[in-house]
């Protein structure tokens, strides 16, 4: 007999079956040790089991089981298969797979520095979200608080680089209008744009529109 242990949805990348043989159309055991190849093939998946057919029945076996040193046998089909002049009894075990689920850490890099976190599936899409500051622009995200780092999209398809990432949010300041008003009338007044991070000390006396002005 012939077992095909199917890489299943892993076909894309890598060769398509594993072959353990056997003789005439006995049942065939699968070992633990079998099924070892299939970890860490399918990127951003993990094994979880395999699916075979046992006498024109559908079952499965977990992962958690194979590891425990618990072999299965498998009845291959009655009828045999030729190939290459050759008759085979065909036995088939597919692998099964689920993506992996990574936590990504969000940090919101200002005064309070908000930590939340995001459980995030491989291969689906995200939103990392648009957090707000007052009197800051949101930025992005990026891999390092001072921005130094990888910036990450704040959307887009989830991928491998997501296993145990944290993120900070890029602020830059907003420009905000400071107005200085003189003369006697109290109507008189010039403007100025400042950062909210620029540090600003009003001088003794200033020349505006031509005109010294004193501050009291």
């Known amino acids: 007999?012939?077992?095909?242990?199917?890489?299943g949805d892993a076909t894309t990348a890598l060769d398509s079956t594993i072959f353990v043989t056997g003789s005439g159309n006995e049942s065939i055991t699968v070992t633990k040790k079998d099924c070892e190849?299939?970890?860490?093939?399918?990127?951003?998946?993990d094994f979880v089991g395999l699916k075979y057919i046992d006498n024109n029945n559908e079952k499965e076996i977990s992962k958690e089981t194979l590891e425990a040193n618990t072999d299965i046998t498998i009845q291959p089909d009655f009828e045999p298969t030729t190939y290459d002049g050759k008759d085979f009894f065909v036995a088939k075990a597919t692998a099964q797979y689920k993506a992996k689920t990574y936590t990504v850490t969000k940090n919101t890099n200002d005064e309070n520095n908000n930590v939340k976190s995001d459980s995030l599936t491989f291969g689906e899409s995200y939103?990392?979200?648009?957090?707000?500051r007052a009197d800051y622009e949101f930025k992005g995200w990026n891999t390092e608080a001072d921005g130094t780092?990888?910036?990450?999209?704040?959307?887009?398809t989830v991928d491998t680089s997501f296993d145990g990432l944290t993120v900070y949010?890029?602020?830059?300041?907003?420009?905000v209008k400071v107005t200085y008003v003189y003369g006697y009338d109290g109507e008189s007044n010039a403007e100025r744009m400042l950062s909210p991070e620029q540090p600003y000390v009003f001088p003794e006396e200033a020349n505006i529109e031509g005109t010294t002005i004193h501050w009291f």
């Open 127 to 132: 939103d990392l979200g648009t957090p707000t």
């Open 149 to 156: 780092g990888l910036t990450i999209p704040t959307e887009g």
């Open 37 to 45: 190849v299939f970890e860490d093939l399918y990127e951003g998946h």
């Open 169 to 175: 949010a890029q602020w830059e300041p907003k420009n």
């Open 1 to 7: 007999s012939v077992l095909i242990l199917d890489k």
